[in-house]
């Protein structure tokens, strides 16, 4: 993960910032330039909200490299209160009581180190409510 | 717009070819199909390749193909849409005949994924899916999939073992097809015992890591008509769209509106409908894939995937045999030339040239492919003459 | 007047009993229970660190101080395990918080007392005018090396307060400081475990400093031990703070609430501070709290606290201590638990 390239998506990682349309209230996350609803140019700046319910999830068992030490672990897409949908781990679950509708919150976490020396990027997960 | 015809086909066996480069195994298939369709020069070609930079560090593979084919300094263009670069390309080879532009063109596809290890086959895979907003948090293309899998299995009942149907089934077809990298048969045990990659799905829903690569030449059907001594395969359909990128954009997840979109296109243009269709080579990179494929080319009722797959609707004798080829589980998926790979198994078939498999009295054969978790498709109807 | 206007704590939920750890290295468990009065300790999974804990604590605390987090004008993270030896944990928790970037930023150390060293500068930058609210974190997932004492003990947690002017809910009445060269616990640059000189880490160590600092605040405000309701020490195990506690005159119903070491092990630089949110969680107006931290190397920072009014209105805005310490736990093997800390050698 290159530095620019990370820090570039802090807003997003770290304070979940989303562009909500200006004209149809539509929230992109992360923001766009142009609206695909009603193609409006302007935007203004929102945090999404913290609360969600899980739509799918899976585990995954063999798991890139840097998410070694992670696996087995639970994903799922998530619609927070928003309306808007994410990807990302569900930590601190036990895997067999997820269920598609239950409810989840999203909470600051750890996503990998690049090796020993390298940067370290955080991001958001859910955990269960 | 003029007609267009296939009068060439060549394809090699799939699998860890160690031995041979990622331009040999290009090059090889090229000359079989310019053999094929009996030309002695080209205008000009497209290659379809998700990755050769990730994979073997290779760009420019326009004048790379297109100087070791030996055809002269042909124009040449490479074609990315993550796995759905090969039917892209099929689609761009096609409309630049039918445009007037060009009287012969070959359309190859290929791709040389056993240079770097698993892991790095794994990496340039996951960039065919949202680097930021979906690898980031760790996610892998299996794992993709069975997220659209364990959604389809609430909101329709759709079973694990009828997931497992799909693998069984196109490894009974592979069976019967040379040129498959896993021609062995397997049971619904077989994979319900095998190793879990993403819950639900296991190893053996999973399309391999292969080498391989096939090519098509392309004519306008009036010289095809002349020159050409085999039975003409015309493209009578052609569609093409993308969807969102990330999987969890998609209103539905359990659809994958990117094939009903390219699909419709392609019906329309074809004027068939999907009863009309004898059989299909589709996307299977997962079981779940075919199983929402064939729902979203109408060939079964949304939900219904999996007890058509259960009930052999789609297997060879059936109403309408998919992926008489082995698919992608059977035969493999070197990535950028599975699009292509298609249109040589629908060739074959139309042509009564598949011997064991040979679907009968094929006369109208559809090509779905895909790329990433559903972020585009292409679809193609052809029709022999 | 200045104080904590609000406070959060954060704890993973992961736990290992020391019959556990004791298991591996066949050593006697039930002395290491008794002696050191710890059942178990939290284990962070291999998503947590201090940045982590630390932005989970945050949140907590700018709840219940109901501020806007872009009016913190200083942001201190004190802790022995920050992610980066040269990067400060305070940036990417000031970041995440929506504090930036009009903040002052460093991270804290000095063994298991930077946490409340953060919290001495925030109320000093906060009373002289300079900053209007002050974000102070003490935070820890420390190592303790394989089959040493430490190992029972060394735990993860995280505490954050926010000091101010206005609506305090703990008023910090005094503080003392009192500080020396001693070479009782310490760690090398490079090194991946800290080394302790073992039984000199007691009374010339945390005894001295900690009853040092405790007489120095109580002379400072003029009073005695009886007048407080809770009193809270740094954790290094369940004993010493009862011990230190009695030395200096407080009994073992003050110290309590606060002693959350027996379930949760020594979360260094989140000990005392931890005890302290403990205490918050429970305490009633003008309820006057004693705390003395203590960090290796030595140190200790000694606060008195005046509970106000206000605290009844932001208590139950955040999660608590005792909701985090005991829902949801979830007790790992020593198997996971190397895995989780990054003890087993794996290939390049």
């Given at each position: 993960?290159?530095s620019?390239r990370?820090?570039?998506?802090?807003?997003?990682?770290?304070?979940m910032e989303a562009?909500?349309?200006?004209?149809?209230?539509?929230?992109f996350f992360p923001?766009?330039l142009?609206?695909?609803?009603?193609k409006?140019?302007?935007?203004?700046k929102?945090?999404?909200q913290?609360?969600g319910k899980l739509?799918?999830?899976?585990?995954?068992?063999v798991?890139?490299?840097?998410?070694?030490?992670q696996?087995p672990?639970a994903m799922?897409?998530?619609?927070l209160?928003?309306?808007?949908?994410i990807?990302?781990?569900?930590?601190?679950?036990d895997?067999?009581?997820l269920?598609?509708?239950?409810?989840v919150?999203?909470?600051?976490?750890?996503?990998y180190?690049?090796g020993?020396?390298g940067?370290i990027?955080y991001?958001?997960?859910?955990?269960?409510? | 717009m003029r007609?267009?015809?296939i009068i060439g086909?060549?394809?090699?066996?799939?699998?860890?070819?160690?031995?041979k480069?990622?331009?040999?195994?290009?090059?090889?298939?090229?000359l079989l199909?310019?053999?094929?369709?009996?030309?002695?020069?080209?205008d000009?070609?497209?290659?379809?390749?998700?990755?050769?930079?990730?994979?073997v560090g290779?760009?420019?593979?326009?004048?790379?193909?297109?100087?070791y084919?030996?055809m002269?300094p042909i124009?040449?263009?490479r074609?990315e849409?993550a796995c759905?670069?090969?039917g892209l390309?099929?689609?761009i080879g096609f409309?630049?005949?039918?445009s007037?532009?060009?009287?012969?063109?070959?359309?190859g596809?290929?791709?040389k994924?056993?240079?770097?290890?698993?892991g790095g086959?794994?990496?340039?895979?996951?960039t065919?899916?949202d680097?930021?907003?979906?690898?980031?948090?760790?996610?892998?293309f299996p794992g993709l999939?069975a997220l659209?899998?364990r959604?389809h299995?609430h909101?329709?009942?759709t079973?694990?073992?009828?997931?497992?149907?799909?693998?069984v089934?196109?490894?009974?077809?592979?069976?019967?097809?040379?040129?498959?990298?896993y021609?062995q048969?397997i049971t619904?045990?077989?994979?319900?015992?095998?190793?879990?990659i993403?819950?639900?799905?296991?190893?053996?829903?999973?399309?391999?890591?292969?080498?391989?690569?096939?090519a098509?030449i392309?004519?306008p059907?009036?010289?095809?008509?002349?020159i050409s001594?085999?039975?003409?395969?015309?493209i009578?359909?052609s569609?093409?769209?993308?969807?969102?990128?990330?999987l969890?954009?998609r209103k539905?997840l359990?659809?994958?509106?990117?094939t009903?979109?390219?699909a419709k296109?392609?019906?329309?243009?074809a004027?068939k409908?999907?009863?009309e269709i004898?059989?299909a080579?589709?996307?299977d990179c997962?079981t779940?894939a075919?199983?929402c494929?064939?729902?979203?080319?109408g060939?079964?009722?949304?939900g219904?995937g999996?007890?058509?797959?259960?009930?052999?609707?789609t297997?060879?004798?059936g109403?309408?045999p998919?992926?008489?080829?082995?698919?992608?589980?059977s035969?493999?998926h070197p990535?950028?030339?599975?699009g292509?790979?298609?249109?040589?198994?629908?060739?074959?078939q139309?042509r009564?040239?598949?011997?064991?498999r040979q679907?009968k009295?094929?006369?109208?054969?559809?090509?779905q492919n895909m790329?990433g978790?559903g972020?585009?498709?292409?679809?193609?109807i052809m029709?022999v003459? | 007047?200045?104080?904590?206007?609000?406070?959060?704590v954060?704890l993973?939920r992961?736990?290992i009993?020391?019959e556990e750890?004791?298991k591996?290295w066949?050593?006697?468990?039930q002395a290491y229970?008794?002696g050191?009065?710890?059942e178990?300790?939290s284990?962070?999974?291999?998503?947590q660190?201090?940045?982590?804990?630390s932005?989970?604590?945050?949140?907590?605390?700018i709840?219940?101080?109901?501020?806007d987090?872009?009016?913190?004008g200083?942001?201190y993270?004190?802790?022995?395990?920050?992610p980066?030896a040269?990067?400060p944990?305070?940036?990417?928790?000031?970041?995440?918080i929506?504090a930036?970037?009009?903040?002052?930023?460093?991270d804290?150390?000095f063994?298991c007392?930077a946490g409340?060293?953060?919290?001495f500068?925030c109320l000093g930058?906060?009373?002289s005018g300079l900053?209007e609210?002050?974000?102070?974190?003490?935070?820890?997932?420390s190592?303790g090396a394989?089959?040493?004492?430490l190992e029972?003990?060394a735990?993860?947690?995280?505490a954050a307060?926010?000091?101010?002017k206005?609506?305090i809910?703990?008023e910090?009445?005094?503080t003392?400081?009192?500080m020396t060269?001693?070479p009782?616990f310490?760690?090398?640059?490079?090194?991946?475990?800290p080394?302790h000189?073992?039984?000199f880490t007691?009374d010339p160590?945390?005894?001295?400093h900690?009853?040092?600092?405790?007489?120095?605040?109580l002379?400072?405000?003029?009073?005695k031990p009886?007048d407080f309701?809770?009193?809270?020490?740094h954790?290094?195990?369940?004993?010493?703070?009862?011990?230190?506690?009695k030395?200096?005159g407080f009994?073992?119903?003050?110290?309590?609430?606060g002693?959350?070491c027996p379930k949760?092990g020594n979360t260094?630089?989140g000990s005392?501070?931890?005890g302290?949110?403990a205490?918050?969680?429970?305490?009633k107006p003008?309820?006057?709290?004693?705390?003395v931290?203590?960090?290796s190397g030595?140190?200790?920072?000694?606060?008195?606290?005046?509970v106000t009014?206000?605290i009844?209105?932001?208590?139950?805005l955040a999660v608590?201590?005792?909701e985090?310490?005991?829902n949801?736990k979830?007790?790992?093997?020593?198997?996971?638990?190397a895995?989780?800390?990054?003890?087993?050698?794996?290939g390049?």
């Open positions: 993960m290159s620019p990370y820090w570039r998506e802090i807003p997003q990682r770290y304070r562009g909500k349309c200006k004209k149809c209230d539509k929230i923001p766009r142009i609206c695909d609803s009603c409006s140019r302007e935007f203004e929102i945090n999404l913290k609360e739509l799918t999830y899976t585990i995954i068992r798991a890139p490299s840097q998410y070694m030490d696996a672990y799922g897409v998530v619609e209160k928003d309306g808007v949908r990807l990302s781990q569900i930590a601190d679950c895997f067999d009581k269920e598609i509708g239950m409810p919150k999203i909470e600051f976490r750890k996503i180190s690049e020993e020396a940067i990027c991001g958001y997960k859910c955990v269960p409510v | 007609d267009v015809a086909m060549g394809m090699n066996k799939w699998g860890e070819i160690w031995e480069s990622l331009r040999d195994i290009f090059t090889e298939v090229a199909a310019i053999e094929d369709a009996g030309v002695d020069h080209i000009s070609m497209y290659v379809g390749c998700m990755s050769s930079g990730l994979f290779q760009e420019h593979l326009s004048s790379l193909l297109s100087d084919l030996g002269g124009p040449a263009t074609v849409s759905s670069s090969g390309a099929l689609r409309i630049e005949i039918a007037g532009m060009s009287d012969l063109v070959l359309v596809g290929v791709e994924m056993t240079d770097v290890s698993v086959a794994t990496f340039a895979l996951s065919a899916a680097q930021e907003y979906e690898v980031y948090h760790g996610i892998t999939y659209m899998a959604a299995m909101k329709y009942g079973t694990r073992k009828q997931l497992a149907q799909v693998a089934k196109n490894h009974y077809h592979g069976s019967m097809n040379p040129l498959a990298q021609p048969k619904i045990e077989n994979v319900l015992a095998s190793v879990m993403a819950d639900p799905l296991r190893i053996l829903d999973c399309s391999p890591i292969t080498d391989g690569a096939a098509v392309l004519a059907l009036d010289l095809a008509k002349k001594k085999k039975p003409l395969v015309k009578i359909g569609g093409h769209a993308t969807d969102t990128i990330a969890h954009s539905d359990t659809e994958i509106k990117s009903e979109r390219a296109i392609a019906y329309e243009m004027g409908s999907p009863e004898n059989l080579e589709v996307h997962f779940i075919e199983i494929v064939i729902e979203a080319l060939f079964v009722e949304k219904n999996g007890p058509a797959t259960e009930n052999g609707v297997s060879l004798g109403k309408i998919v992926n008489t080829s082995g698919g992608l589980k035969k493999g990535v950028g030339a599975t292509v790979a298609q249109t040589v198994e629908i060739v074959k139309l009564a040239e598949a011997g064991e679907v009295n094929a006369k109208v054969g559809l090509t790329g978790s972020g585009s498709s292409v679809v193609h029709e003459v | 007047m200045v104080g904590i206007t609000g406070y959060g954060y993973p992961h736990r009993k020391v750890i004791a591996v066949g050593a006697d468990a229970k008794k050191l009065l710890v178990e300790k284990v962070p999974a291999p998503d660190d201090t940045i982590t804990m932005v989970e604590a945050s949140f907590s605390a709840k219940r101080a109901q501020i987090p872009k009016r913190i200083a942001v993270v004190g802790s022995e395990s920050h980066y040269v990067k944990s305070g940036t990417t928790v000031g970041e995440a929506g930036t970037p009009d903040v002052h930023c460093a804290f150390e063994a007392k409340s060293e953060a919290m500068v930058l906060v009373e900053i609210y002050g974000l102070a974190i003490g935070a820890d997932t190592q394989p089959g040493d004492a029972y003990t735990a993860a947690g995280a307060f926010i000091m101010g206005d609506n809910i703990a910090a009445v005094d003392y400081s009192y060269d001693t009782d310490w760690r090398r640059e490079y090194q991946f475990y080394r000189a073992s039984r007691g160590a945390y005894f001295k900690i009853v040092a600092a405790g007489k120095g605040v002379e400072k405000v003029k009073l009886k309701q809770f009193a809270v020490f954790q290094p195990n369940g004993k010493f703070p009862l011990k230190v506690g030395l200096l009994e073992k119903k003050q110290i309590e609430t002693l959350l949760l260094y630089s005392s501070p931890m302290l949110t205490i918050l969680d429970e305490a003008d309820d006057l709290i004693f705390m931290s203590y960090g030595a140190g200790s920072d000694a606060f008195v606290w005046r009014e206000r009844n209105q932001v208590r139950d608590k201590t005792q985090m310490l005991k949801n979830s007790y790992v093997e020593y198997g996971t638990y895995k989780y800390r990054g003890k087993i050698r794996k390049e």
